[in-house]
């Protein structure tokens, strides 16, 4: 089950959406399949001969992460699951997780690292971190960083000097660890903008 995994906290139960078809589809919305939670990360509607319109799916899943590719037929029903976005601060992490606080009702809530999106980019006191719930069983299913976060280069090679195309790259560190490719220009020392849904490099921060 996928509740064992996490802690819950207490607040007020909400109702299920009812039972969809395949026309409700968007991306970021959650269903119910094979006893599992997934999110919509991308879908197509199509034609199959004189049938109904079907869709094909790009879907995560809430319990392994793995990401599966499904198709579902015209008349299909899916299970809507309805989930919330709350706003959350990173505290800290310790032998235990990561530990978040709502930024509202400050009460908090430990995740574990398969349930972050890019912890790699995670620091101490880092706001507009959005933790997503299941509605109904107050389970927090994932927890999303800013699309756009600003990181200091601890170390990279040296740049070369009046190369500004920014169409060669290296790889560089970042003040959190984690491992970013930049253009040749880019020096040791200095602040970038991290895309943190595709790990790669922004620009420079201003």
Request: glycine share 8%; with cysteine; hydrophobic share 35%.
């Amino acid at each position: 089950m996928i509740a064992d995994k996490f802690h819950v906290i207490s607040q007020p139960k909400r109702n299920l959406l009812p039972m969809a078809t395949v026309a409700d589809f968007k991306r970021g919305l959650c269903i119910e399949m094979n006893k599992d939670l997934f999110i919509v990360l991308e879908f197509l509607r199509f034609q199959s001969g004189r049938g109904a319109s079907n869709v094909r799916t790009k879907l995560k899943s809430l319990s392994t992460g793995k990401i599966i590719d499904h198709t579902f037929g015209g008349s299909e029903n899916i299970n809507i699951q309805t989930i919330e976005r709350r706003p959350h601060q990173f505290l800290y992490k310790d032998e235990g997780g990561y530990n978040f606080m709502h930024q509202q009702t400050y009460e908090q809530v430990l995740l574990g690292e398969d349930l972050i999106d890019s912890p790699e980019y995670l620091k101490d006191g880092m706001e507009g971190i959005e933790i997503v719930f299941h509605a109904e069983k107050e389970t927090p299913l994932y927890a999303e960083l800013p699309e756009i976060v600003e990181v200091e280069i601890t170390y990279t090679e040296p740049g070369l000097k009046g190369d500004s195309s920014g169409g060669s790259l290296k790889p560089a560190t970042v003040d959190n660890g984690a491992k970013v490719m930049v253009p040749l220009f880019i020096e040791q020392g200095e602040r970038i903008k991290v895309n943190t849904r595709t790990k790669e490099y922004k620009e420079r921060a201003k």
